[in-house]
Every structure is written in structure tokens, then in C-alpha cells.
């Protein structure tokens, strides 16, 4: 079988195949009670659309742990973050909520995807091989 890097993929579509993984394969990693009602950060509006947004997030952090390494929940804040609106000043960079982060980070340990060092989290052998698999089988080669 011919390796496939998961950067030679197009994103949207690993990360899709990988929340439908997590949704049906993975028991570990469930949206809280109230994940339907909770905003991803302090500059959004409203909670989001999607029914599954929490698959999405896990699957997106996975696959930014597997490109960018050990990685903090701060640094994930930053990435999940957003443009804040103001009604009488100029819009600045607000950070994402760290409890969804955090919580998914400690689910994706649970289920052996992820493990803890003192330079963050990062992606464990288990979740190095899930991502292979499923970026040689989006990409059509595998």
C-alpha cells in the first residue's frame, strides 16, 4: 500500500470522514447534554447549525494534532477562534471556549487517539495509523 501524508488530502473531506469514524466507531467521544444549547467561543452569536458539530471539532483537532504536532489547549483557542464585533469599537481577535477543547482532548485520551506530555497533547501511534487509513482512503488509493 502506497503511504498517503494526510496534508496531501483536501481537508474538508478527511475531516468529514473521520467525524463519521468517530460518530460510529468510537465510544468515547459523545457530545455532553449540553453541547445543543453552548456557544464555541465568546464571538459567536448563536450555537452551531450542524447537529453533529462536536464529531467535526474532535476530527478537526485530530488532524491539526497529526499536522502541527504536540499542541496546547491555548494554542487550539487560538486557532478555533474568531472575529469579535463590538457595537462602538473595531472588531478584535477573540479566542474559541477551552472547555469544548479541553473536553474533547480528554474524551479522544479516553478512547487512546491522543496522550499527554509536558509540551501538550499529541497524536499517539493508534491515532497516527487511523489517520493514514483514512487519508489512503479518501484520497482513492487505499
Do not use: C
Not at 94 to 99: C, L, N, P, S
Amino acid at each position: 500500500m502506497e503511504a498517503v501524508h494526510v496534508k496531501a488530502v483536501p481537508a474538508e473531506t478527511l475531516i468529514e470522514r473521520l467525524a463519521e469514524y468517530l460518530r460510529e466507531n468510537v465510544n468515547e467521544v459523545s457530545p455532553p447534554k449540553w453541547a445543543l444549547f453552548v456557544k464555541t467561543g465568546s464571538h459567536r452569536e448563536r450555537p452551531p447549525d450542524r447537529l453533529d458539530w462536536w464529531y467535526v471539532r474532535a476530527a478537526s483537532i485530530l488532524r491539526r494534532l497529526y499536522v502541527k504536532g504536540p499542541t496546547g489547549v491555548s494554542r487550539l483557542r487560538k486557532a478555533y477562534g474568531g472575529r469579535k464585533k463590538y457595537p462602538m469599537r473595531r472588531a478584535h481577535k477573540a479566542r474559541a471556549g477551552g472547555a469544548i477543547i479541553r473536553r474533547i482532548l480528554q474524551q479522544l485520551e479516553a478512547a487512546g487517539l491522543v496522550g499527554k506530555s509536558n509540551k501538550g497533547r499529541w497524536l499517539t501511534p493508534k491515532g497516527v495509523s487511523l489517520l493514514d487509513k483514512l487519508s489512503r482512503e479518501v484520497s482513492g488509493k487505499g
